[in-house]
């Protein structure tokens, strides 16, 4: 069964800092990965996936297969990339697993 | 931009009452879901419905849950008998393709209190 992992509960950082929201999975079959986000009061929305290889709000995110890891990453956070983010790894079947979320607090 | 609706916004119920949680996919859409997140913990999937049937379901939606499309536009989510632990936001969502390519769109959630 496909499984993600999301180490991090919280990541606090000040603005303008550097972020890598961290996300390894476990999946026998080639992936297909997401990160969703959630901002505050906001409804779960699709933030990238890693087959377009797009930016998103400055977002990047690189999937390793030898690493089995697809981290999200930002060079420079800003206070409105508060939110909670989700890594996700479709698997094989017709629906979306989620991580359990990293929330992430962009500081003034 | 059409999007994913849902109602309640927030039901309060006792247990062991029947719950219904509507959902009106986005209208090109075919494959729906629901979801749901207990308080403080991740995002769980509960179903997926695809050509007027289950494609998937999860260990969490035992016989207490059920799923229906009645008409062209809704979706809905019911809960037979509802426990305590049956507490959270119920997530509807709907996708134009499956497969593991299509962007999942989600609705803003029904929060189900159960006392």
């Known amino acids: 069964a496909q499984r993600v992992t999301q180490p991090e509960k919280l990541l606090s950082v000040f603005k303008g800092a550097p972020v ?3 996300c390894n999975y476990s999946y026998s079959g080639s992936p297909e990965l997401f990160w969703y986000v959630q901002y505050s009061r906001q409804r779960l929305q699709l933030l990238l996936r890693h087959i377009s290889r ?8 690189d999937l390793n297969k030898g690493e089995t890891s697809f981290h999200l990453k930002k060079p420079f956070a800003q206070e409105e990339d508060s939110a909670m983010y989700y890594c996700a790894p479709p698997g094989a079947t017709n629906k979306l697993i989620f991580g359990t979320g990293t929330l992430l607090a962009v500081q003034p | 931009e059409p999007e994913v609706t849902q109602t309640p916004s927030h039901q309060v119920t006792q247990m062991g009452q029947e719950v219904i949680l509507r959902c009106v996919p986005i209208s090109n859409h075919l494959y729906f879901y629901w979801y749901r997140q207990i308080l403080g913990q991740k995002v769980e999937f509960l179903v997926s419905f695809y050509n007027n ?4 379901k ?7 849950f059920s799923v229906e499309r009645p008409d062209g536009s809704n979706f809905t989510l ?3 008998s509802t426990k305590l632990e049956d507490s959270a936001m119920y997530f509807c969502a709907s996708s134009e393709e499956g497969r593991n390519t299509g962007e999942l769109f989600f609705g803003e959630g029904s929060r189900l209190t159960v006392l």
């Open chain 2, 78 to 80: 019911k809960i037979r």
């Open chain 2, 58 to 64: 999860s260990e969490i939606f035992d016989d207490q």
């Open chain 2, 53 to 56: 049937e289950i494609s998937e």
């Open chain 1, 54 to 61: 797009e930016s998103i709000k400055g977002f990047t995110a």
């Open chain 1, 20 to 22: 890598e929201l961290k």
